[in-house]
């Protein structure tokens, strides 16, 4: 089995297009039987506020100096490459905001087996419908529709709920890890990729996982468990490097705190 966490943040457009990205080559190598996929929160900002009418260019355009009309050329080039998947940003209507509540109840959908379901069912509200994932009469609507308890998600998102334990435990780990920017996917625990990644990276990296498999298999690797881990970590490590995708949160295809 293929274990892949996710760290990542409901309003990073980027998170969104990267999981797309990877499913489409999970599905493409018809793995989805071999790897199993664990979405970790990562709050691109803990105080942030709930929405207040900001344009999301206009926020962009503060957080990393740029003047508006290179933030809204970024958008149209987040929007077009999510196209080419099938995805739709509607960044007109979008409202950024607080993401603690939605990422607890993306702990309490875990927990039921659909965890998945429901991250992808929150980048939709958010990038393609416009709905304000703080709010959580939406928060529970987007939940009930994936298929989980209306009640339990209304527990799951209150203040005193134990998935806020949860989010800061993921977001503690992504600390050790030295992770400061999303999205960042973990491979078996060995090696990481970060940013939205074109296909052909995560290709790589399940081609390195299979032939680390195979090797393992047939009995033919001499090296420790720790070499091993270093060897992962170069190869993919260095295709990650050179190969960030253009215009973005960021230069090289992440969403920073």
């Known amino acids: ?49 709930d929405y207040d009418g900001t344009p999301i260019e206009a926020l962009l355009a503060k957080k990393y100096s740029i003047p508006l009309e290179q933030a809204r050329s970024i958008n149209r080039s987040i929007a077009d490459q999510g196209a080419q998947l099938g995805l739709h940003y509607d960044f007109a209507a979008m409202k950024h905001t607080n993401t ?3 990422h607890q109840l993306a702990h309490y959908a875990a927990e039921h087996g659909l965890g998945n379901a429901l991250m992808e069912a929150l980048f939709q509200a958010y990038f393609s419908e ?13 939940a009930v529709k994936v298929g989980l308890d209306r009640a339990g998600a209304q527990a799951a998102i209150a203040d005193d709920a ?24 973990i491979f078996n625990n060995r090696f990481a990729v970060s940013g939205a990644q074109p296909e052909e990276v995560f290709y790589a990296a399940f081609a ?18 720790s070499s091993q881990d270093d060897s992962a970590g170069g ?23």
Do not use: W
């Open 162 to 185: 134990p998935y806020v334990a949860a989010v800061r435990q993921d977001e503690a780990v992504a600390a050790q890890l030295g992770i400061t920017s999303v999205p960042t996917f």
């Open 100 to 102: 603690l509540r939605a």
């Open 208 to 225: 390195q996982l299979r032939g680390e498999n195979s090797e393992v298999a047939a009995g033919s690797s001499s090296q420790s468990p």
């Open 1 to 49: 089995m293929i274990t892949i966490d996710i760290f990542s943040d409901i309003v990073c457009p980027f998170c969104y297009l990267g999981k797309q990205r990877l499913q489409h080559v999970i599905d493409q190598l018809d793995l989805a039987d071999e790897v199993q996929i664990t979405m970790r929160s990562f709050e691109l900002d803990q105080q942030a506020h």
């Open 235 to 257: 190869d993919v490590a260095a295709d990650a490097e050179g190969d960030f995708t253009d215009g973005c949160c960021a230069a090289d295809g992440c969403c920073r705190q």
């Open 130 to 142: 416009g709905l304000l994932i703080s709010d959580p009469a939406v928060l529970v609507d987007v």
